[in-house]
């Protein structure tokens, strides 16, 4: 809590009896830290007496134009990503290296009800629907245009806090002249600074046992005016069709820690562990805002925070992060349903990633959240509700501190009969919560990436549409 009030910006978990530290920062106003980080912060100065001018920067991304929400495919998305296992509620999921739509009964039971398998209900049974490639969410909502090579080559990336690659699409990937057609390829041949890792390769592999691979080049990529060379960059040899059937993304930028980097034998550094190391930023952080309905109001900053953002009087609360699996991962103790509080499983964690649409936790959280909402249910794809229904607006503990979203949040996209598809689904067997750009399009965003200090930044805003 700041001081003695509790800001709408970040609802604060009852105190232990520490209070949160207060910073007064030169780029970042005045801040909050979550209790359980009680040292300093780390201010970025890795080495004393600069011998360049560290910078900042804004990127803009690009509104896919092609991507249109959709429920299901968007969960399969999910699933493949996170290598969902089944449970009660998972309606995709993966298992022996195959992505599967569990073939529920049509059903009008709600939440706390078992459902059961369509073949379990109707004979031997027959496990579930596997899926391709068309039955997967294949488009992206951002992409930020990025340079690569001399002279530069532009390509649209997908700007993801979930992985660790900056991987493109490049001259050296056999799939047909049409799939090419409307992509950034990268050409290292044309570029007079790009130089091939001798013995370097890269694989990303998925739950559902698909994935991306091919060879490694050091290459100048460059921001904005920012220049990073000797980025290693992962020109894609072969792609599955989940990748290949993309449209308006030419690859990924992974903005997650480096472990989670696949170059072998030796993993390869992070565009944003080149600007940390290299000190071409003032602070080791990126932000992110997304806005709700468009691209005018979204952008990524790098080394700065945007003070314009959030409205008055809402500050941005921070949380430690425990990044040894990779991840922007945080302690996530309790939502709050409208007026009612939910604890959740002990020691129960989220993941912040750009890269996933929707929001991902267990199976009890989601059933009392659609619980608390006349009509809703879970049908084949997902859990669904009625258009005309008035959910409760939901508060997430990140940390000490609640992030909301609004009720209507929870209409993801058209479901068909007058029903939603639910913007939370169920995480399946997986540890972690997942919150993706539903909720992050609710908040700005601060990773802060100071080596030995990690931690997340948010600050509430609006609920307005």
């Known amino acids: 809590m700041y001081g003695a009030q509790e800001h709408p910006s970040a609802l604060t978990l009852p105190s232990s ?62 699933a493949k990503k996170w290598a969902i296992q089944p449970t009660a509620y998972t309606a995709y999921y993966c298992q022996d290296n195959c992505l599967f739509h569990r073939n529920l009964l049509d059903s009008e039971m709600g939440p706390g009800k078992l459902f059961l398998d369509r073949s379990k209900a109707s004979g031997p049974p027959k496990g579930g629907a596997r899926l391709t490639a068309n039955d997967i969410q294949n488009d992206l909502e951002y992409v930020v245009p990025v340079t690569i090579g001399t002279p530069p080559q532009v390509v649209h990336l997908d700007f993801d806090t979930g992985s660790a690659d900056l991987w493109v699409w490049s001259t050296q990937l056999q799939v047909s002249a049409a799939n090419k057609k409307g992509h950034g390829i990268y050409n290292p041949r044309h570029s007079s600074s790009s130089k091939q890792g001798a013995g370097l390769q890269w694989d990303i592999t998925y739950g559902d046992g698909s994935g991306a691979r091919g060879n490694v080049f050091f290459d100048t990529v460059r921001f904005n005016q920012i220049v990073i060379k000797g980025q290693a960059v992962e020109a894609a040899t072969y ?27 030796q993993r390869q550094k992070t565009p944003m562990e080149h600007l940390i190391e290299q000190q071409l930023v003032q602070s080791p952080i990126f932000t992110v805002s997304l806005d709700k309905y468009g691209d005018q109001e979204s952008f ?19 949380v430690d992060i425990d990044s040894h699996n990779g991840f922007w991962e945080f302690p996530s103790s309790q939502i709050r349903i409208g007026n009612r509080t939910v604890q959740r499983p002990k020691g129960n964690t989220a993941i912040a990633d750009t890269g996933t649409t929707l929001i991902l936790l267990d199976d ?9 909402i ?5 049908d084949r794809s997902g859990w669904i509700l009625p258009k005309n229904s008035k959910p409760p607006n939901m ?4 940390g000490r501190n609640f992030y909301t979203i609004s009720g209507e949040d929870l209409k993801f996209a058209d479901a068909g009969k007058g029903m939603s598809f639910g913007s939370i689904q169920s995480r399946g067997q ?7 750009d539903v ?26 549409d």
């Open 17 to 78: 009896g520490n209070d949160l530290e207060h910073e007064q920062g030169s780029q970042q106003g005045t801040e909050h830290e979550d209790s359980a980080s009680i040292t300093p912060h780390h201010h970025f100065n890795l080495q004393e007496g600069l011998q360049h001018l560290a910078s900042k920067f804004l990127m803009r991304p690009k509104k896919n134009q092609n991507w249109k929400p959709n429920g299901p495919m968007d969960y399969a998305r999910s």
């Open 239 to 265: 792609l599955d069709a989940t990748f290949s059937g993309e449209h308006g993304s030419d690859g990924l930028l992974g903005l997650a820690f480096p472990q989670l980097n696949t170059v072998k034998p």
């Open 300 to 318: 990524y900053t790098f080394g700065y925070i945007d003070n314009t953002v959030l409205p008055k009087g809402n500050q941005i609360g921070y």
């Open 364 to 372: 009890n959280a989601v059933d009392e959240i659609y619980g608390r």
């Open 374 to 378: 006349k009509g809703a249910r879970m």
């Open 395 to 398: 508060a997430f503990a990140v």
């Open 430 to 436: 997986n540890k972690q919560d997942i919150f993706g």
């Open 439 to 464: 909720f992050l399009k609710r908040v700005y965003a601060v990773f802060d990436q100071t080596p030995g200090h990690p931690r997340l930044g948010l600050g509430q805003r609006t609920l307005k």
